[in-house]
C-alpha cells in the first residue's frame, strides 16, 4: 500500500514549514532579549586585566587568597586566613613575593587588612556597588583553591542577604554558584566589568553553593582599618530575639516579621529614648526589619553618633522613637598590629568561635564561647592569669558565645558604674577559673 501526498498537503507543509520557522526566529529573539545583553562569550579579558592584583597568600594558618586594592599596597582577605598571624608571605601573578604586614582586622565581618612595600607600581582592582549586581548575573571568582594560585572559575549571582552562616551576625553574604574550594577564602568575587563585588569566604564542598561578603560591607570595615580606627558599629543597648507567631498574636502584631526587645540596658541609648522590653522594631529608617539579626546588622551598620528612627509596636499601635547611638565595644583588633588595641575596654583580642575556629584550633563540637587571641601586655588583663588560647565563657551573670554577648556585658557593667568584669575561662587544658579585668573610660 502507497501512501502519497496530494497538493493540498504539499501546500499544508509548506505553510506548516514557514510556521515553524517564524516561531523558531520569534523564539530564539525572546530567548536573546531575556537574556539580556550577553555578549560576552569569554572571561579571557577580563581574567587577564585582573589577575595581577589578586594574590596567595601563606600564613600559620595555611593558605588564601587576598587583591589588592589601592596603589599604597593595601592587601583584603579574610580574617580566618589570617588566623592569629600578623604578618603573610603574599604571591603576585607574576611570580614576585613580598611580605605583608596585619594593619587591623574585625572578626565580626571575617575581614583583614594588609599591606605590603613594593619598589614599583602595584596593579589594583576597584569596588562596585554589590547592589547593581542582579540575581542571575553572571559572576567570577579568582583566587588561590588548594594552593593552585591564579585560578578562575564563573557563574551566577545565586542569591543574596543570605545570614544563616556562623559568622553572619553583621553581614548578608551573596549566594555564588561559582565554585569556592579551601584558598579561595580572601579572594575577589568580579562583575562582567571586572570590579569587584564581594570577597569569596565561604563554599560548601561537595556543592556548587559558595558565599561571598558584599562589597558595601568591605569597603566600610576597610576604611576604618585604613585610618587606624576602630571599626565603626552602633550600639543601641538592647537585647532582641525573633518573634513566634504565637508572639505576634499575643502582641496583636499580623505576622512575626520584627525584632522583639527582650532586655534594655540600663543608661544605654535605647533607654534614654524610651524603647521599652515587649517593644518591637518594625522598622529602622524606614526600612523594614524581617527579624532580630536583621536588626543587629542594620543597628551595627548605622554607625556611632548616628540618629535614626526606630518604628516601634507599641500596645496594639506603631510609634516612631529617634534614637542616637554610641560607639559599641569592639575587642577584635590586632594587639601586635594595630594601634588602638590599648584603647580597648579589657585589652584582649577575641574571637568568636564558629565552624571555622573549631576546623583551626581542633576544637569539639560542643565547644563555644570566645576565644582569646592576643593579649595586651600593658592591660590589666596583660598581668593576670588570661593566656590566648583560652575560652570565656560567661561574663557577669552572662553565659558568652559570641563577642555581642561579651560587648553587651562590658555596657551593663559600665552602665551600673563598675569599672571591673568577671570573667569565667576555660583554660587550654580545661581548666576552669573566674577573673576580674578592669575596664579603662574608653
Not at 611580605?99 to 612595600?117: F, Y
Not at 547611638?325 to 575587642?331: A, H, I, P
Request: aromatic share 4%.
Amino acid at each position: 500500500m502507497s501512501v502519497g501526498f496530494s497538493r493540498a498537503d504539499s501546500v499544508t507543509t509548506k505553510r506548516l514549514s514557514f510556521a515553524f520557522a517564524t516561531v523558531a526566529v520569534i523564539v530564539f529573539a525572546n530567548a536573546s532579549a531575556l537574556a539580556g545583553d550577553v555578549s560576552m562569550t569569554s572571561w579571557a579579558d577580563i581574567v587577564q586585566r585582573v589577575s595581577p592584583a589578586v594574590v596567595s597568600l601563606t600564613t600559620k594558618a595555611g593558605l588564601g587568597s587576598g587583591f589588592v586594592i589601592d596603589s599604597q599596597g593595601h592587601i583584603v582577605t579574610n580574617n580566618h586566613v589570617m588566623g592569629t598571624a600578623t604578618e603573610a608571605d603574599v604571591r603576585f601573578a607574576d611570580g614576585t613575593k613580598l611580605k605583608a604586614r596585619l594593619l587591623g582586622r574585625d572578626e565580626e565581618t571575617d575581614i583583614a587588612l594588609l599591606k605590603v612595600e613594593s619598589t614599583k607600581a602595584l596593579a589594583s582592582v576597584k569596588f562596585e556597588n554589590d547592589r547593581r549586581v542582579r540575581v542571575g548575573d553572571f559572576v567570577l571568582a579568582v583566587g588561590n583553591p588548594f594552593g593552585l594560585g591564579g585560578t578562575a572559575t564563573a557563574g551566577i549571582l545565586s542569591a543574596r542577604g543570605r545570614d544563616e552562616l556562623a559568622s553572619g551576625q553583621f553581614t548578608e553574604y551573596l549566594q555564588l554558584d561559582a565554585p569556592i574550594n579551601p584558598g579561595n577564602s580572601g579572594g575577589p568575587t568580579f562583575d562582567t566589568n571586572g570590579r569587584v563585588i564581594g570577597m569569596n569566604t565561604i563554599g560548601r564542598q561537595g556543592t556548587s553553593i559558595g558565599f561571598a561578603i558584599p562589597s558595601s560591607t568591605i569597603q566600610r570595615v576597610v576604611a576604618d582599618l585604613i585610618a587606624g580606627r576602630t571599626v565603626s558599629r552602633g550600639y543601641l543597648g538592647v537585647q532582641i530575639a525573633a518573634l513566634s507567631d504565637e508572639d505576634a498574636k499575643a502582641l496583636g502584631l499580623p505576622n512575626s516579621n520584627g525584632a522583639l526587645v527582650t532586655t534594655v540596658i540600663e543608661g544605654s541609648p535605647a533607654e534614654k529614648a524610651g524603647i521599652k522590653r515587649g517593644d518591637v522594631i518594625l522598622k529602622i529608617n524606614g526600612q523594614a526589619v524581617k527579624d532580630n539579626r536583621e536588626a543587629s546588622r542594620k543597628i551595627a551598620n548605622l554607625g556611632a553618633n548616628q540618629t535614626a528612627v526606630f518604628t516601634i509596636w507599641r500596645t496594639n499601635a506603631e510609634l516612631k522613637i529617634s534614637v542616637t547611638l554610641v560607639q559599641r565595644d569592639s575587642m577584635a583588633q590586632a594587639p601586635e598590629a594595630n594601634p588602638q588595641f590599648k584603647q580597648t575596654s579589657m585589652g584582649l583580642a577575641l574571637q568568636t568561635i564558629t565552624d571555622v575556629t573549631r576546623s583551626d584550633y581542633s576544637f569539639a563540637k560542643d565547644v563555644s564561647g570566645v576565644l582569646i587571641m592576643g593579649i595586651d601586655e600593658e592591660s590589666h588583663a596583660g598581668q593576670s592569669s588570661l593566656r590566648p588560647g583560652d575560652r570565656i565563657v560567661g561574663a557577669g551573670t552572662s553565659n558568652v558565645s559570641t563577642l555581642d554577648d561579651v560587648n553587651l556585658a562590658i555596657e551593663q557593667a559600665k552602665s551600673l558604674k563598675r569599672d571591673s568584669l568577671l570573667l569565667f575561662v576555660v583554660s587550654q587544658a580545661g581548666t576552669q577559673s573566674h577573673v576580674s579585668i578592669k575596664l579603662n573610660s574608653k
